[in-house]
């Protein structure tokens, strides 16, 4: 069916759109063609709305030339531009559109994918699936979000002395974000393939350079990661070490040590992979957690956004009070 699409476009406009996505996603971008023939173009004029919030949310769009303006209704908004991706958030969590988006300046160029057709592009290409993942890892990992909550070790969950059973294991993944939405049939296949570590307080987990190819799970106790900047997470029972930018290598950069006793899971990176390919719910999953990742870090930059457009507003009254 992806094929028979790919057929009807000339050959000029898929090249283009072809390079476009691989400027904008990676020049090894999987199913490239394929993708390039599943998309819809068209044009905004200045001021029209892509979509408003309540609407349906069956596409995505990649911005190719102009600036669009989202937000939330009676928000700010925030301006992205050319090799943009919007829509994805709402799309990926099958509601409606919570913010609106506008065409702002003059007019838009945009490339539309409907919901239907990226669900059958991820389910027919694992490859594309895996890179779209190490994709939206890599943005996370860009913006310095790696998941960190400010925590008391004295108040986390405590280590068994005995080994985990396989059925704590499953029941430790299905509590961890990432692992939400997983199917449990994924999970006990996930399970077993799992090292369980423990950790003495203050042991180290890993130096840089050390963490390659690798997840860590925390089960009980609380770790901290110490990033590239020097900045510090720190992470309690079902959680992912470094988030969702772990699944691009950023571990790879950083140090983990134990701030009290702790038990921790080790994934191999292959091992999720082979098990994500027969269980495509467990790619869902993970993709689903790093959409809420993207998500929670532009709400935070909206609040960011109001506050300083709401600083003047409130320094006005103070202002007149003393003329």
Same mark, same amino acid.
């Given at each position: ?95 409606? $559109?919570?913010? @609106? #988006?506008?065409? /702002? !300046? +003059?007019?838009?160029? %945009?490339? =539309?994918?409907? &919901? ?117 997470? $720190?992470?309690? @029972? #079902?959680?992912? /070490? !470094? +988030?969702?930018?772990? %699944?691009? =290598?950023?571990? &790879? ?71």
């Amino acid at each position: 069916m992806l094929a028979e699409r790919v057929d009807r476009l000339s050959e000029r406009d898929r090249v283009e759109r072809e390079l476009f996505l691989r400027t904008m996603i990676g020049r090894n971008l999987p199913a490239a063609r394929e993708l390039a023939g599943q998309l819809r173009s068209f044009t905004l004029e200045a001021g029209a709305y892509l979509y408003r919030a309540g609407d349906v949310a069956d596409e995505i769009y990649f911005i190719v030339r102009g600036t669009i303006g989202l937000g939330r209704p009676g928000g700010p908004e925030r301006e992205f531009g050319p090799g943009s991706v919007l829509g994805a958030f709402d799309v990926e969590h099958d509601r409606p $559109r919570v913010r @609106s #988006a506008r065409a /702002l !300046g +003059g007019k838009v160029e %945009l490339l =539309a994918l409907s &919901a239907e057709d990226r669900l059958e592009l991820l389910e027919d290409s694992f490859e594309h699936t895996r890179a779209m993942i190490s994709r939206m890892a890599s943005r996370l990992d860009e913006i310095g979000r790696y998941g960190g909550q400010p925590l008391d070790p004295a108040h986390t969950l405590a280590p068994r002395d005995e080994p985990l059973p396989l059925i704590e294991r499953v029941f430790t993944l299905r509590d961890t974000p990432v692992f939400r939405h997983a199917t449990i049939q994924a999970l006990v296949s996930l399970a077993p393939a799992a090292d369980e570590l423990r950790l003495a307080a203050g042991e180290t987990l890993f130096q840089p350079g050390e963490a390659r190819g690798v997840l860590f799970v925390v089960v009980a106790g609380c770790l901290e990661l110490t990033r590239a900047d020097a900045g510090k997470e $720190r992470y309690a @029972s #079902a959680s992912l /070490l !470094g +988030g969702g930018a772990a %699944l691009c =290598a950023a571990l &790879a950069r950083q140090s983990a040590r134990a701030l009290c006793s702790a038990v921790v899971l080790r994934i191999r990176e292959e091992d999720l992979y082979d098990v994500m390919e027969d269980h495509f719910e467990l790619a869902r999953s993970i993709m689903r957690y790093l959409a809420t990742e993207h998500e929670q870090a532009l709400e935070a930059a909206e609040a960011e956004q109001a506050a300083l457009q709401q600083a003047p507003a409130r320094s006005e009254p103070a202002a007149a009070n003393r003329q």
